[in-house]
């Protein structure tokens, strides 16, 4: 089971930190991820983190949002900086069995997620 938290109403440029709580499973043996959804617009895979530790951050974000987990606390975390209206969207958490590279992971199926957290930028 998977948990985020953390979203909110922020104004462009400024900062959020989303967590994503989970239990029921171990989870350094998954590789984590974060997805978000915007009105009218795909899913978007933004960042992984995979069991070996290698990452993976989408165009969009990369430089300004930084993924991080702690394995013994089993809560992963999404800092996310510069923020821009573009970033407006429901956040999610997933988290994928033993999957070692995140180019590949971000292309397929992840097995567990997290219901969604708002995060509303205004300009």
């Known amino acids: 089971q998977l948990q985020a938290s953390g979203g909110g109403l922020v104004q462009a440029g400024g900062s959020l930190r989303l967590s994503c709580a989970t239990s029921?499973?171990?989870?350094?043996?998954?590789?984590i991820g974060w997805f978000r959804q915007a009105p009218g617009k795909e899913r978007e895979g933004i960042s992984c983190i995979s069991i070996s530790n290698s990452t993976y951050y989408a165009d969009s974000v990369k430089g300004r949002f930084t993924a991080s987990r702690d394995n013994a606390g089993n809560t992963m975390y999404l800092q996310m900086n510069s923020l821009k209206p573009d970033d407006t969207a429901i956040y999610y958490c997933?988290?994928?069995?033993?999957?070692?590279?995140?180019?590949?992971?971000?292309?397929?199926?992840?097995?567990?997620w997290g219901q969604g957290t708002q995060v509303t930028v205004s300009s």
């Open positions: 997933a988290a994928k069995y033993r999957a070692r590279n995140c180019v590949a992971a971000m292309r397929s199926n992840w097995h567990s």
């Open positions: 029921g499973f171990t989870l350094d043996s998954y590789a």
